[in-house]
């Protein structure tokens, strides 16, 4: 299984924010953004302060993709 952050990426579209307001929002580290960006798993600190400065839950952002296709 993978991590896909597709969905964070498409609320932030949605709610007309960019990654770098995400990040000072959330008050999350650059390389905690570069890891998403990467779709590398992060803390779930950092996943609760994005949801927290979001207003939404954890399968708002995220997903677990099956890798064997």
Known sequence: MAVSY?????LLIDKNLKRTDLKDLAGISSNVLAKLGKNLPVAVDSLEKICRSL????????EFI????
């Open 55 to 62: 207003d939404c839950n954890i399968e708002d952002i995220m």
């Open 6 to 10: 597709n969905r964070l990426w498409k």
């Open 66 to 69: 099956n890798e064997k296709q």
